[in-house]
T-cell receptor, first 111, second 116 residues
């Protein structure tokens, strides 16, 4: 069945450091891929998405590229801020079905 | 006002009690979902509904039931709550498939449920 695997955290960085959170998936066909972010005490918000191979999703300085050859959708940001501290979830959806989530990666950024 | 609202936001109850969590949305979406979040496990799907007459079980539906009262309302019930149902519960919505890739989901703020 479909699944999502993302790197376990917590990830602890200093402000302005480079961020990578790895995400790989298993699915047949061509799923849509998502990164959601959950700030403390809040629900999940869509951060970015990509719907076909080689698409790059981007938002708020975050980027992720849909790599079908490596079944990956790694999240990157060149310079993190304290306000980026949150839990990040990689997810996939296939043929309009419900999302399948990874277990989440907690990011903590200190000044 | 929030597009997806959940009530209550927090609830403490005892084992064996019946509990209903409610979700309402003003986005006009056809599809609604219930997930639970547990530390280290991510979000897991409980039930989903693609329209008022369509209800489907998710990965972990045992011990739960749902009701889609209207396009905008989707309730989750725990008929007889047990301690391992202590979790954070999220409702989400998405638009019906209008072509490729209209599957972004929008989440409510969550309900924190504690079963003693």
């Amino acid at each position: 069945g479909n699944s999502v695997t993302q790197m376990e955290g917590p990830v602890t960085l200093s402000e302005e450091a480079f961020l990578t959170i790895n995400c790989t998936y298993t699915a047949t066909g061509y799923p849509s891929l998502f990164w959601y972010v959950q700030y403390p005490g809040e629900g999940l918000q869509l951060l970015l998405k990509a719907t076909k191979a080689d698409d790059k999703g981007s938002n708020k300085g975050f980027e992720a590229t849909y790599r079908k050859e490596t079944t990956s959708f790694h999240l990157e940001k060149g310079s993190v801020q304290v306000s980026d501290s949150a839990v990040y979830f990689c997810a996939l959806s296939q043929a309009g079905t419900a999302l399948i989530f990874g277990k989440g990666t907690t990011l903590s950024v200190s000044s | 006002d929030a597009d997806v609202t959940q009530t209550p936001r927090n609830r403490i109850t005892k084992t064996g009690k019946r509990i209903m969590l409610e979700c309402s949305q003003t986005k006009g979406h056809d599809r609604m979902y219930w997930y639970r979040q547990d530390p280290g496990l991510g979000l897991r799907l409980i039930y989903y509904s693609f329209d008022v007459k369509d209800i489907n079980k998710g990965e972990i539906s045992d011990g739960y039931s749902v009701s889609r009262q209207a396009q905008a309302k989707f309730s989750l019930s725990l008929e007889s709550a047990i301690p391992n149902q202590t979790a954070l519960y999220f409702c989400a919505t998405s638009d019906r498939d209008r072509g490729p890739r209209t599957d972004t989901q929008y989440f409510g703020p969550g309900t924190r449920l504690t079963v003693l």
